[in-house]
């Protein structure tokens, strides 16, 4: 299937490792240009070169931290610079602490809303402008099944990709108009750093270890197994194609069938 992404250019943050660089390699495959950014600039410009050698495609990096207003100015401002526009916007950001209500500090609440919630709605601010000027865009926020389905001891997670959520599904009425689709992708369970991170965390707090808790999850998910990033950045890849152009203001999960609810 031709997704119609040749010549496109695409802005994928906290690509450098995880979701986000399996989504980027995706799209450089279906032949998009790159513009990159992360906050540590050895593995960023590992991943760029990666994608790179790879694909042939173009790939531009830019360190900078997106709960920084500032930074993210400055990534959009690269890209139109480098590469004249940004046709298909990824927001995506390393996931906020766990912890419980009762343990998190005011502070925390601020950088994980930054964090989480700002940088959707500074990027997507950023890139909005030039998409309905050409009458055609893509914005996918990278969120969590933890919208459909709370997870336990992910409070700030649960709480500000719900706002990501809220945030997307109203942008997308807004800018439909324009040829502009807004939607949401839901990762579960995925081989990635982060829930690598996450597992040895809870892990430790209960004394065993990492490999048996992820057994835990993989016998609540109906696969029986953990997800591969390729496997998320496929339906992301679609998402933001010419194929998927009458698909918007939805949230979509990529599980193994762990969300219960029917919808």
């Known amino acids: 299937m031709d997704l119609g992404l040749k010549d496109k250019v695409a802005l994928v943050a906290a690509a450098s490792r995880g979701l986000g660089k399996a989504t980027a390699e995706e799209l450089a495959r279906e032949g998009a240009s790159l513009v990159l950014c992360s906050r540590n600039d050895q593995t960023l410009n590992e991943a760029a070169e990666q994608i790179r050698r790879d694909t042939g495609q173009q790939v531009v990096t830019v360190v900078a931290d997106v709960s920084s207003p500032t930074d993210v100015k400055r990534v959009v401002e690269t890209a139109l610079e480098r590469l004249s526009r940004v046709d298909i916007l990824v927001t995506n950001a390393g996931g906020p602490p766990a912890g419980s209500f009762e343990s998190l500090s005011l502070e925390q609440w601020e950088i994980a809303t930054r964090l989480t919630l700002f940088s959707a709605i500074e990027l997507a601010r950023h890139v909005l402008p030039g998409m309905k000027d050409r009458r055609w865009g893509r914005i996918l926020n990278i969120t969590s099944i933890a919208v459909k389905q709370p997870v336990e001891n992910l409070i700030l997670s649960n709480s500000l990709r719900a706002g990501v959520t809220g945030f997307a599904r109203t942008l997308a009425n807004e800018v439909a108009p324009f040829g502009v689709t807004v939607n949401n992708i839901l990762p579960g369970y995925t081989s990635t750093e982060r829930v690598e991170e996450l597992a040895g965390m809870m892990a430790r707090k209960e004394g065993i270890s990492s490999d ?23 339906l992301a890849a679609f998402l933001v194609s010419e194929r998927a152009s009458y698909i918007t203001g939805t949230s979509i999960q990529v599980d193994g069938g762990w969300i219960k609810s029917l919808y």
């Open 212 to 234: 048996e808790f992820k057994s835990r999850w993989e016998n609540e998910i109906p696969m029986r197994r953990l997800g591969e990033p390729r496997e998320f950045a496929a």
